[in-house]
Nanobody
């Protein structure tokens, strides 16, 4: 079984920064794509950013230039550096990993951007 644990969420003022981390543990042979999703109240879950095992990245238009995804394959960890945060970035952020045979989701970490 594989488990994901996210951390780094919290309350931040507009214009501030946060760094999210997600560590995968358990019976892991290979991780393909690692990604961050978010779900705001009353809205559907959406992709924020993803990164392949070779480092190819993909971002939602709303976060391009502000957020940066990275991963440490040796630590089975994915990060999301979030800068210039806006109130509309407020959401629960979920980590997802693609293990080729199954996708695994974390339980989420809350990010609140408010003055």
């Amino acid at each position: 079984q594989v488990q994901l644990v996210e951390s780094g969420g919290g309350l931040v003022q507009p214009g501030g920064s946060l760094r999210l981390s997600c560590v995968a543990s358990g019976r892991i042979f290979s991780i393909n794509v690692m990604g961050w999703y978010r779900q705001a109240p009353g809205k559907q879950r959406e992709l924020v950013a993803s990164i392949t095992s070779t480092g190819y990245t993909n971002y939602a238009d709303s976060v391009k230039g502000r957020f940066t995804i990275s991963r440490d394959n040796a630590k089975n960890t994915v990060y999301l550096q979030m800068n210039s945060l806006k109130p509309e970035d407020t959401a629960v952020y979920y980590c997802k990993v693609d293990l080729l045979t199954v996708n695994v989701w974390g339980k989420g970490t809350l990010v609140t951007v408010s003055a």
